[in-house]
């Protein structure tokens, strides 16, 4: 089946991927951001976490079969999440120091990190693989880009 | 799908029944999922007929809304005096969706990996929980204004990362998790930084 949708032979994929296993392995990539994780000010950093959020928006496919693993307890799909928020933890990092953000990183990217990963999980779960088009929605980037604000405490929103 | 009536002849057998057929069915789905379980094999595991099975639930899918239904939601804290939003009335709503997922931890755990398999009764399931749990929250933020839809969204959002997470970290051993004070106060905290704190009422 995967082979009818790529459009090669049975033994084409076999010879590149022998096991299910070693396809799926072949899945843990790094996402590759469309802008650079570094910004010079704070109305920046929101805008490039929000381009960093986009990758995953884009490949929700992706992040569907890693949820579904990582639920299930799979190793190297957990060691995927780690290895993948020890690196948001760098870049975040950078991003909030090159933009002068005042608050403590880690508390700040635990916050990003946590809240991100659950619009992003809701949304597989809730729409299946329509989730990355249901994503790209002008009402989804903009409810994504309002919780990066809520985030970096540069929201003032509850009329108290 | 309610309750037999309560004035029904055999109410209290049938109610023991029913309980009995909601448990079997419960142990299947977790074992096969929803679309490897039939009617049948519950019935055969109550020693009941399938005609008795059928009686009760017409549909595996009203067995399903059944044991949704009455999964316990207790607890939940209401905002009947629509008071305002207080850091110590965010730390009740996270604590409370906390206790009330690690009570219904096998289905809820069902559901979802069942949902990520695009299984259609699900994600209908899901979205109608979530949709008691927004409206549960809403209550609880419009006195935040205008915006009170978009920080219901963020405070779901956040508590579904955590929760999630926990889920995925912790396995089996979730319910403990999440009912750990310690880890209850970490996820509450955190929810209290992400809400925009100079709106929230002073705590007591």
């Not at chain 2, 309750?3 to 029913?18: H, I, V």
Request: glycine residues 8%; aromatic residues 8%.
């Amino acid at each position: 089946m995967i082979a009818n949708r790529a459009g090669v032979s049975d033994p084409a994929v076999h010879y590149y991927f022998p096991t299910k296993y070693d396809l799926f392995r072949a899945l843990l990539v790094e996402p590759e951001y469309a802008v650079p994780p570094v910004a010079h000010s704070l109305e920046e950093a929101v805008e490039v976490l929000g381009t960093m959020f986009d990758w995953w928006a884009e490949n929700a496919a992706l992040a569907r079969v890693m949820l579904a693993q990582q639920l299930r307890g799979d190793a190297d799909a957990i060691a995927y999440l780690h290895d993948g928020e020890e690196r948001y933890r760098g870049e975040v990092a950078r991003i909030l120091a090159g933009a002068g953000h005042p608050g403590d990183p880690a508390a700040v990217t635990d916050l990003l990190f946590h809240t991100l990963s659950g619009m992003l999980w809701d949304a597989v779960l809730a729409y299946g693989n329509a989730a990355a088009d249901i994503l790209a929605q002008p009402v989804f980037r903009e409810r994504v880009r309002f919780a990066i604000r809520c985030a970096l405490g540069l929201e003032a929103c509850c009329g108290a | 799908m309610g309750r037999e009536p309560a004035g029904s002849p055999a109410a209290g057998r049938g109610d023991e029944t029913r309980s009995r057929i909601l448990a079997a069915a419960m142990e299947s789905f977790a074992r096969h999922g929803f679309d490897g379980t039939s009617v049948r094999s519950i019935a055969r595991k109550c020693g009941l007929s399938d005609a008795a099975v059928f009686y009760y639930f017409p549909t595996k899918r009203h067995l399903l809304e059944a044991l949704w239904e009455e999964a316990p939601s207790g607890g939940f804290p209401a905002n009947g005096e629509a008071s305002p939003l207080t850091a110590d009335r965010l730390r009740e709503l996270v604590v409370a969706t906390m206790r009330i997922s690690a009570r219904n931890f096998t289905f809820l755990r069902l559901v979802a990996r069942e949902a990520l398999r695009s299984d259609a009764t699900a994600v209908a399931l899901r979205n109608a929980s979530r949709a008691r749990w927004r409206a549960a929250l809403f209550e609880h933020f419009r006195s935040c204004g205008p915006r009170a839809g978009e920080l219901v969204d963020v405070f779901m959002a956040a508590v579904t990362g955590y929760l999630l997470r926990l889920e995925i970290e912790h396995g089996d051993a979730y319910p403990e998790a999440v009912l750990d004070p310690s880890v209850q106060q970490r996820v509450a905290e955190a929810v209290q930084r992400l809400i925009p704190a100079r709106h929230l009422h002073a705590a007591t």
